[in-house]
């Protein structure tokens, strides 16, 4: 997950410092009962238990994670709901990744307790709110500068698809930022103010990709599956008098016998063609593997795949991907 290390860059560090409990001492410490110094305005802690100092020193920061995360639901299910009345927009899909990277957070441990009767070693984690808070709002800043840039950078930019590419560029920023604002507002008390040029990076990006024209060529099946790549992906499908560019696709599916099971190979050799210059703009091949006990079964599955995986690839290839890229499997 990309965004783990910034949050937990954004949440390690803090000054707290170990108190273990006193040799010879084994009197349970209040946090245990829920009672804690921290309060929870300016704290956000958790507590965990296990065979091992390490397993619950882990296991604390997992419940602290897990607080973070269920604010971050709670915050992002509210922000959709407000926002767009119920209809879930892509971008809102990247709190999932947040509450996903929040079972691996660094937070300091504050204090420890072995509980000799029951040799359980337990662990409270805590974390500064407003530290963790100043630390997400830099980065924050840092994004809305990275975005700025990128819209600047598409709208100087006389060529289609190298404008597509800064504005993809500028959507991916808006979700980093959208991930550290949700995480941002679960953590602080003053949440973090929408960003004013959100629906700029959304409506460019979708103004830039209906205006890249695409006609399709090839084979019979890479024809139809190119054509609804490129309507799904945003492009405009066109004859091609009136296209910009031509995607080519030869498909071929191809199946083996392995162990009792049929595997099937499909591969698309993929072809973009610029009009303009006459030249090859990109070429690469997708390939997918499905199996099944029946061929006609696995060629079906394989296809149906390809299907559904498609537009998210000829999108990343041909606006995101490095120029030596030549293969989507």
Known sequence: MRWTALIVSAIVGFGFVACAQKSGENVAPKWIKG?????????ITGIGGGATQEIAADNARNDLAKTIGVSVESSTRSQTSAAHSGKYESAFSSAVNVRASQT?????IADRYYDEASQIYYALAVLDRAKSAMRLAAQLSQ???????????ANDESDALNKLRALNGAKTALDDRREIAAVLAAIDVAPPSAYLGESDVLTQRRAALRSVKFSVGGDYEGKKLLAE??????????????SDYQ??????????AENGWQWANAILEIE???YEYGATRHSFNFEVKESSQNAETAK??????????LPDKLMYFIVSAPADAHSLD
């Open 229 to 242: 790549a490129i309507g799904a992906a945003g492009f405009t499908l066109a004859d091609q008098s009136k």
């Open 143 to 153: 994004k809305e500068i990275e975005i700025d840039a990128l819209l600047k950078e």
């Open 272 to 274: 973009i063609v610029d």
């Open 35 to 43: 009672v804690s110094d921290y309060p929870a305005s300016r704290y």
């Open 247 to 256: 995607a080519i696709g030869y498909f071929k599916n191809v199946v083996r």
């Open 300 to 309: 079906a599955r394989a296809l149906e795949r390809m299907r559904s995986e």
């Open 104 to 108: 691996i957070v660094g937070a300091e």
